[in-house]
């Protein structure tokens, strides 16, 4: 796993394992395996020695042995299939995208045991990969294993579904599924297009449920679908799920999933229009005609990034460009901290297209510091696919001086002084929604 952030690791992350080591695990693969919870051991005398340590792991052959996450990744997945995966062997950022591209196991955005969970670092390069061992009943918690390259040799954690890691700098791409060959992917039927992305929602005679097709050609994806088993679809995304659904009359949004990251809303339904909207008010239109579903009135405010169009197989296609440009504007009013202090970014103003976003939202802001050793550090401020990066004086304390430190202040967070008193810390900080106020969520803007 890559490091060095200046984030705080969630605390479900050291939650104990409740889970027995033997468990059996509720999966679509052939035969049940058994979780893992316990380091496999590095003995040529132990049955799990060859798909860990031995050369037939193509990572123990070119010096990326465990501790290493895609090692113990690609090991663990040979371990429960019993066969040698058709999972990348490059690093962890590319590993959703190699598999996207090669259709050697389907993929998607839910969680399944023995699923890979992939992450990356915005750059399809550098990330991480686990192993999720185990789901909960109820879908909301995970039981991963892992191995952490310059780190642990093996972990085994419990973690919510829906972590994303966006506080630690990770982008989390999607899951593999190696125990599902079946990926089928025929022509185009719907076209869901953003600034950064392009993706399909193919649909042809051959093929029911239909699943996506993607445009390789641009790599910064933020959404997927993916086919549920009652013919809809789902569409999601770090920040938002919906379903889609299929009738004669043709595909529309069904529902709206009210969860927490919840983006997208049906506001109106009138004379077959759909109106559909996110929280920036944005909106375009859903109508049909002759059976077919498309856009038939595009209205966007600055922050509205997305774009629905209708594709046939004999109809050309043709989609609206939208110049869609972030800046920042880095005029920190701080430049000198103390080691170990909270990064405050008063005066770094976000604009789209330039005009300023008053409603930043923070969790789709990535601060990557290090204030722990004095001297000029360099601080990465990410918004969306945008960055900005500047530099500071890191300085010890004067002895005698008072300072609250970010490890201090995870223990008393009443002594916090640079946020008001009236904030509703819960509500207004816990932006991960994980019952721990971190330093990324303590943020104030001008």
């Not at 316990?38 to 465990?66: I, K, Q």
């Not at 959703?96 to 050697?104: H, K, L, T, V």
């Not at 990969?129 to 294993?145: K, R, Y």
């Amino acid at each position: 796993m890559d490091t060095h952030l200046r984030s705080v690791l969630s605390s479900f992350l050291s939650a104990a394992i409740v889970f027995s080591a033997a468990a059996p695990a509720v999966s679509a693969y052939e035969t049940q395996f058994d979780i893992r919870t316990e380091a496999p051991e590095n003995n040529e005398e132990a049955p799990e020695y060859r798909y860990y340590y031995s050369t037939e792991n193509p990572y123990n052959t070119f010096g990326c042995e465990m501790p290493n996450c895609t090692a113990y990744a690609w090991g663990r997945i040979f371990e429960i299939k019993g066969e040698a995966p058709e999972l990348s062997r490059n690093m962890a950022g590319r590993w959703y995208g190699e598999n996207r591209d090669s259709r050697a196991y389907s993929y998607g955005c839910e969680a399944r045991p023995g699923s890979v969970k992939c992450f990356d670092r915005y750059d399809n390069v550098t990330g991480h990969v686990s192993v999720v061992e185990s789901v909960s009943e109820d879908g909301n918690t995970l039981l991963i294993s892992e191995s952490q390259y310059g780190g642990a040799l093996f972990k085994s954690y419990e973690e919510m579904s829906d972590a994303t890691w966006e506080s630690r700098g990770y982008r989390l791409l999607g899951y593999i599924y190696p125990d599902d060959t079946e990926g089928k992917f025929y022509g185009d039927a719907f076209r869901i297009k953003s600034g950064f992305s392009e993706d399909y929602l193919t649909r042809t005679d051959e093929a029911d449920p239909a699943v996506n097709e993607r445009n390789v050609r641009e790599v910064r994806q933020n959404f997927r679908f993916e086919p549920l088993e009652d013919g809809n679809y789902r569409i999601c995304s770090v920040y938002s799920d919906l379903v889609l659904t299929k009738t004669e009359e043709g595909v529309f949004f069904l529902e709206n999933d009210f969860s927490e990251n919840t983006e997208w809303s049906i506001l109106t339904e009138i004379n077959d229009l759909y109106t559909i909207c996110d929280p920036a008010d944005t909106n375009q239109v859903l109508t049909f005609s002759e059976g077919k579903a498309f856009v038939s009135e595009y209205e966007a405010l600055d922050d509205q990034f997305w774009n629905l169009e209708r594709i046939t197989g004999d109809t050309d296609l043709t989609t609206v460009e939208r110049n869609i440009v972030f800046s920042l504007d880095c005029t920190a009013s701080r430049t000198e901290y103390y080691t170990d202090e909270f990064l405050d970014l008063s005066g770094i103003k976000f604009f789209l297209n330039n005009r300023e976003i008053a409603n930043v939202d923070t969790s789709k802001l990535t601060a990557l510091y290090d204030f722990t050793t004095p001297g000029t550090q360099t601080v990465t401020v990410v918004y969306g696919y945008s960055s900005i990066s500047f530099d500071v004086t890191v300085t010890e304390p004067e002895e005698g001086e008072e300072v609250i430190r970010n490890s201090e202040f995870r223990n008393n967070l009443t002594n916090f002084i640079l946020l008001s008193s009236e904030v509703d810390f819960k509500d207004d900080f816990d932006v991960n929604s994980d019952g721990v106020i971190n330093s990324l969520d303590l943020i104030l803007f001008t």
